[in-house]
């Protein structure tokens, strides 16, 4: 046990795997309860109210180390506002209200655009190195998540046909994106207090959307099952996730982490034939393996010199 901890603590690229493996899962996670609070409490209260909880957490849990740290985090207030208001609270309205208007199998495959968003994004910010491995890699994972999205029927993305609610999600997945990228800049600042302050942005950037949702008669207040799912997001998705997110993006860059975000569709499948009683099908499993396939060949060291695209 303790050699174990001594090899995740001396290893950041094991400790990335571990947490953005984790932190896919979580959010896979998120699918079900959203799935389960249809019902049981309105959307942008949720949203108001996971941010209020995590917040509450941090506030018990880091509450020295923002004090000591305050004076780091402050050139910074502006930046952690827009990464909590966009990255955070948009993305999750944006994502809610685009279902709306759209089919799953659309928002699957735009949100597997994710990890091409950071890794172009990367390269226009950062000058970072991408390899031809890791273009194959992310194309194998988005592969995966269109079979997942299409289950199994991938002549039906054929069928697939843009329209507002698409347009709604291309613009989120760009706002979580340039949260990822935004942390690249935030290194070096303790990660506890750096999270606990893009909570609060977060909160506050929520409650306009929970007062037009109580002005259009929309807001339901949560039922006792509705408390039940607000706490399991509030903690899984929402506070270890995140967490665990930074401590990835921190450990290995984003546009390594950001391609673990195609796991999150896959794991949502899978979690929906454990908890909803869903059919397993074989396109979970081969899903699954591209989309782990597609992460381990863009995770491999070997760069084909001229063939990589960088502006090193």
């Known amino acids: 046990m303790v050699t174990a901890i001594k090899q995740f603590n001396d290893n950041p690229h094991l400790r990335a795997y571990i947490c953005l493996a984790i932190t896919a899962f979580c959010?896979?996670?998120?699918?079900?309860?959203?799935r389960m609070a249809v019902g049981e409490v309105s959307p942008m209260?949720?949203?108001?109210?996971?941010?209020?909880?995590?917040?509450?957490?941090?506030?018990?849990?880091?509450?020295?180390?923002?004090?000591?740290?305050?004076?780091?985090?402050?050139?910074?207030f502006s930046r952690l506002f827009l990464m909590g208001a966009f990255g955070m609270t948009a993305f999750n309205a944006l994502f809610y209200i685009s279902a709306y208007t759209?089919?799953?199998?659309?928002?699957?495959?735009?949100?597997g655009?994710?990890?091409?968003y950071v890794l172009l994004g990367g390269l226009i910010l950062y000058g970072t190195h991408i390899s031809i491995l890791q273009i194959v890699g992310v194309a194998m994972t988005i592969a995966g998540v269109c079979l997942v999205a299409a289950s199994g029927e991938m002549h039906r993305l054929q069928d697939v046909s843009i329209n507002q609610g698409d347009y709604l999600m291309v613009l989120a997945c760009l706002m979580y994106a340039g949260y990822a990228l935004s942390l690249k800049k935030l290194e070096g600042i303790p990660k506890l207090p750096l999270f606990a302050v893009i909570c609060?942005?977060?909160?506050?950037?929520?409650?306009?959307l929970t007062l037009v949702e109580h002005l259009s008669g929309n807001l339901q207040m949560p039922t006792a099952k509705g408390w039940l799912i607000v706490a399991l997001i509030t903690l899984l998705p929402s506070f270890i996730a995140q967490v665990l997110f930074i401590q990835g993006v921190s450990d290995i860059g984003p546009g390594r982490a950001g391609i673990f975000v195609n796991l999150?569709?896959?794991f949502a499948s899978?979690?929906?034939?454990?908890?909803?009683?869903?059919?397993?099908?074989?396109?979970?499993?081969?899903?699954?393996?591209?989309?782990?396939?597609?992460?381990w060949l863009a995770e491999q060291k070997t760069h084909l010199g001229s063939s990589s695209l960088s502006r090193n």
């Open 200 to 208: 609060v942005a977060a909160l506050i950037a929520s409650m306009p």
């Open 27 to 34: 959010w896979g996670c998120n699918a079900i309860f959203a």
């Open 264 to 266: 999150v569709p896959v």
């Open 45 to 76: 209260l949720i949203v108001t109210l996971r941010w209020l909880g995590v917040v509450i957490l941090m506030i018990l849990i880091t509450r020295r180390q923002l004090q000591r740290s305050w004076d780091v985090l402050r050139p910074h």
């Open 113 to 116: 655009a994710i990890p091409i």
């Open 102 to 111: 759209t089919t799953a199998l659309n928002i699957g495959i735009i949100q």
């Open 270 to 295: 899978l979690l929906a034939v454990l908890v909803l009683g869903e059919s397993f099908q074989w396109f979970h499993a081969a899903s699954l393996m591209l989309v782990c396939s597609g992460i």
